[in-house]
């Protein structure tokens, strides 16, 4: 599987600043994912991370608020702009592997960074 | 609108004890069902089910799924302390890209 390495690990922010997470995968991987999780929440994707064009964003996220680079085929990073004290959360980088299945239809198993907790002071 | 959703919320137990966590979901097109535990921020994964009625099994930790009747079951045996953590459901459905929806986790805690 991936080796994926996030940083950083965790930051504690003023109000009004921007942070910028890396994303770091030891393989050339098509798509990365951002996730957040705010506390006692599940995961909820931001968006999708692709080479060489711009991020698919989900709906409720913005690309003013969550700007996104992807350089290369094994590096991302997502800014989490103008911070507000609701954006404290754990940020998470994923990628994701491809299972054929016996059905011959196609599934994937996620695999995590780090995460980065991220506190808005 | 999709949803999974796990049950209970958390969970407290002894060392030794036989827990069960239930994942139930509401997915159209679904692909698969993955299990994670996520012990600091981390989710680590466990199994992906994607037929009904197989079981899978790691160790002390075992899953099923039940797609007709929408559900997942992760069952721990003799519990330990480092088994201490939020367990999550996630199920995969094609859109676009592929997508996951996340439960909101079971937290567990194991008491020595």
């Known amino acids: 599987s991936a080796v994926i390495s996030q940083k950083p690990s965790r930051d504690i922010c003023q109000r009004g600043t921007s942070l910028t997470i890396q994303c770091q995968v030891d393989s050339q991987v098509t798509m990365m994912f951002w996730y957040r999780q705010q506390p006692g929440q599940s995961l909820t994707l931001i968006a999708t991370?692709?080479?060489?064009?711009?991020?698919?964003?989900e709906s409720g996220f913005v690309i003013d608020k969550f700007p996104i680079s992807r350089p290369n085929l094994t590096f991302s990073t997502l800014t989490v702009s103008n911070m507000s004290p609701e954006d404290s959360s754990i940020y998470l980088c994923?990628?994701?592997?491809?299972?054929?299945?016996?059905?011959?239809?196609?599934?994937?198993?996620?695999?995590f960074g780090q995460g980065t907790r991220l506190t808005v002071v | 609108e999709d949803k999974v959703v796990q049950s209970p919320l958390s969970l407290v137990v002894h060392e030794g004890d036989t827990v069960t966590l239930n994942c139930s979901y509401e997915?159209?097109?679904?692909?698969?069902l993955l299990w994670y535990k996520q012990e600091k921020k981390a989710p680590t994964f466990l199994f992906m089910l994607?037929?009904?009625?197989i079981e899978k099994k790691s160790g002390r930790l075992s899953s099923i799924l039940d797609k007709k009747e929408l559900f997942s079951i992760l069952n721990i045996t003799a519990t330990q302390t480092g088994d201490s953590a939020v367990y999550l459901c996630?199920?995969?459905?094609?859109?676009?890209?592929?997508?996951?929806?996340f439960g909101t986790g079971t937290r567990l805690k194991v008491l020595a």
């Open positions: 997915v159209t097109n679904f692909r698969s």
């Open positions: 991370a692709n080479q060489g064009s711009e991020a698919t964003y």
């Open positions: 994607t037929s009904s009625g």
């Open positions: 994923s990628v994701e592997e491809r299972v054929v299945l016996s059905t011959g239809k196609v599934a994937t198993e996620a695999f």
């Open positions: 996630a199920v995969l459905r094609p859109s676009g890209t592929y997508k996951y929806i």
